[in-house]
Nanobody
Framework: QDQLVESGGGLVQAGGSLRLSCTASARTYSRSTMGWFRQAPGKEPELVTSNIWHADSVKGRFTFSRDNAKNTVFLQMNSLKPEDTAVYYC????????????????WGQGTQVTVSS
């Protein structure tokens, strides 16, 4: 399994913005469907977004993008709310179906996002 390397995250006030980055190997990047999950304390992990889908809770606020030259995907998070507080994980799966089912081939190390009210 290929390790995805995340960066970004941190502490921000409600209404603020953060951007997460995730870099994969060229092989993983070219063969995978990439997405972002998050896990809040005491909750199950949830898929937040991929290049073709967004959770209702983040529509209009979070944007998935990618830089193919750098094998990197991004999660731009705007208008952050306290309920967005979670550990965010980059994920790579073989196809969108498996991504949505949580059948993940590679994970990032996770990065903490904390939104204060």
């Amino acid at each position: 399994q290929d390790q995805l390397v995340e960066s970004g995250g941190g502490l921000v006030q409600a209404g603020g913005s953060l951007r997460l980055s995730c870099t994969a190997s060229a092989r993983t990047y070219s063969r995978s469907t990439m997405g972002w999950f998050r896990q809040a304390p005491g909750k199950e992990p949830e898929l937040v977004t991929s290049n073709i889908w967004h959770a209702d809770s983040v529509k209009g606020r979070f944007t998935f993008s990618r830089d193919n030259a750098k094998n990197t995907v991004f999660l731009q998070m705007n208008s952050l709310k306290p309920e967005d507080t979670a550990v965010y994980y980059c994920a790579a799966a073989s196809n969108p179906y498996e991504l949505h089912r949580g059948q993940i081939d590679s994970w990032g190390q996770g990065t903490q996002v904390t939104v204060s009210s």
